[in-house]
T-cell receptor, first 115, second 113 residues
């Protein structure tokens, strides 16, 4: 059981380049999301999706795009990378309602550096 | 505006003793709280959770306490083990217990042998 799989694990980008972080889950979860983790700030929600075809913004959505064409996949696109987007990115998935044993599962993270 | 706060960046305890990690929140609409543990270069892993209708939830060595009037929760680890050394994040979810989490800044726990 793979759980939540993110690729790539490490990436260095030049300012202005674009790239896509891939995320896939095999647990048939409706809910998927992307967080970024910066020193001293915990994890902050970028975008989330409650099901295929439905996405919405989180706390820090600027500079990122998402789409959800299938239940399994939720890619995060950086349109024009900026140094402020240097961070560790985590993809997560869950059933829509937490509790009763349901929780949110995280991928292993993608380390992105923008120079 | 930090809605979930972990005011202690780090905590050091001796093996076998109790570790107490604290978390405060400001939004009274939060109704589900979780603790995650994170090792370096890995994703956060779920530890324990509590619904706002309860004031305590226990799972083995881990107990979470919720004080709604004070908007405060704490995680107790008894006894602490060196393998518990990690960053601990407290997180809160709003109405309907959705998968949208607001995280605290994290507390680094070091358990000394």
């Amino acid at each position: 059981n793979a759980g939540v799989t993110q690729t790539p694990k490490f990436q260095v980008l030049k300012t202005g380049q674009s790239m896509t972080l891939q995320c896939a889950q095999d647990m048939n979860h409706e809910y998927m999301s992307w967080y970024r983790q910066d020193p001293g700030m915990g994890l902050r929600l970028i975008h989330y999706s409650v099901g295929a075809g439905i996405t919405d913004q989180g706390e820090v959505p600027n500079g990122y795009n998402v789409s959800r064409s299938t239940t399994e996949d939720f890619p995060l696109r950086l349109l024009s990378a900026a140094p402020s987007q240097t961070s560790v990115y985590f993809c997560a998935s869950s059933y829509s309602l937490l509790g009763s044993g349901n929780t949110i599962y995280f991928g292993e993270g993608s380390w992105l550096t923008v120079v | 505006d930090q809605q979930v706060k972990q005011n202690s960046p780090s905590l050091s305890v001796q093996e076998g003793r109790i570790s107490i990690l604290n978390c405060d929140y400001t939004n009274s609409m939060f109704d589900y709280f979780l603790w995650y543990k994170k090792y370096p270069a890995e994703g956060p892993t779920f530890l324990i959770s509590i619904s706002s209708i309860k004031d305590k939830n226990e799972d083995g060595r881990f107990t979470v306490f919720l004080n709604k009037s004070a908007k405060h929760l704490s995680l107790h680890i008894v006894p602490s083990q060196p393998g518990d050394s990690a960053v601990y994040f407290c997180a809160a979810s709003g109405a309907s217990n959705t998968g949208k989490l607001i995280f605290g800044q994290g507390t680094t726990l070091q358990v000394k042998p």
